[in-house]
């Protein structure tokens, strides 16, 4: 592992710490780790954790140590775990996680440190995303409208994962990601989150979510949704439950609302950003 290092900036320059943790996602790796070096950010911190992967994934990520603060490949207790060790080596004053298989677009970095710098009250925000296939091909736009805390504890987690940041000091306050979520990890988090903070909306794609067959939160779905209810029963807690029906009415209203204002049905996507993928598409064999 090559020595920790931090680029030097200017002061004016928001840090910002991105954690990449993977396990046998060789095929996809080269892709995320180059969609975040090619930012160009200067006060980036890319912090890479592998999970001992017998694939090509440790070749790949060797490939662009030198860019790196740090990175292990070592056996962990998954992608929670390797995710607060991740962040246990984070200094950057913002931080974000970008999954081994996901894309963060040109610019994203950029535009966050900047929003970040111009809104020091801020501490937490989130972008929009575009889906891509196995392939890095464009699908789909998923635009989203502003963060309501009851849309989001009684509709669901809208929020794109590879699309949030948040300032370093709120993640730890709130204690942190909490292992015991092995999928929903975000969505514990960003409730926490919104307890002591307004969460912002950037009108703006950041990042690529990848969607194929094999993936972690589809053939893992149903326990995926056991933890979701988990996180959001607790939140309900002060809800008498006879009005809870009423709260997911409104929750979804608010969310679908705010969606309709943002123009997020049928969002049209400028063929700019969708070329932006070229240089990130793959050649594996379909599915």
Not at 66 to 91: M, R
Not at 266 to 286: M, W
């Amino acid at each position: 592992m090559p020595a920790d290092h931090f680029p030097r900036h200017k002061s004016m320059t928001t840090s910002i710490s991105i954690v990449t943790c993977s396990y046998q996602q060789g095929a996809y790796l080269d892709a995320t780790l180059r969609s975040v070096l090619d930012q160009r950010y200067p006060a980036l911190e890319y912090i890479v954790i592998d999970g001992g992967s017998t694939d090509e994934s440790v070749a790949v990520i060797e490939r662009h140590q030198e860019s790196l603060a740090c990175w292990v490949s070592e056996p962990d207790n998954g992608q929670t775990d390797a995710l607060i060790k991740g962040f246990s080596h984070a200094s950057g004053e913002v931080q974000g996680w970008l999954c081994s298989d996901d894309l963060l677009l040109p610019g994203a970095l950029a535009r966050v440190g900047a929003f970040f710098a111009a809104n020091p009250d801020v501490h937490a925000v989130y972008g929009d995303s575009l889906w891509i296939d196995a392939n890095g091909r464009f699908l789909r736009p998923k635009k989203e409208g502003a963060f309501f805390r009851h849309a989001f504890l009684f509709d669901h987690n809208f929020i794109p994962q590879p699309s949030m940041f948040w300032r370093r000091r709120l993640y730890e306050k709130v204690g942190g990601l909490n292992p015991r979520f092995n999928l929903a990890m975000d969505s514990d988090l960003w409730e926490r989150f919104s307890r002591h903070t307004r969460i912002a909306h950037i009108p703006e794609y950041l990042s690529c979510m990848r969607f194929y067959p094999q993936q972690k939160t589809r053939s893992m779905r149903p326990q995926g949704r056991l933890e979701d209810q988990e996180i959001r029963s607790r939140s309900r807690l002060a809800a008498w439950r006879g009005v809870q029906p009423l709260h997911r009415l409104t929750g979804t209203a608010l969310r679908v609302g705010a969606k309709l204002v943002a123009g997020g049905y049928g969002a049209a996507v400028d063929e700019s950003v969708i070329a932006a993928l070229e240089p990130y598409h793959l050649g594996l064999a379909a599915e």
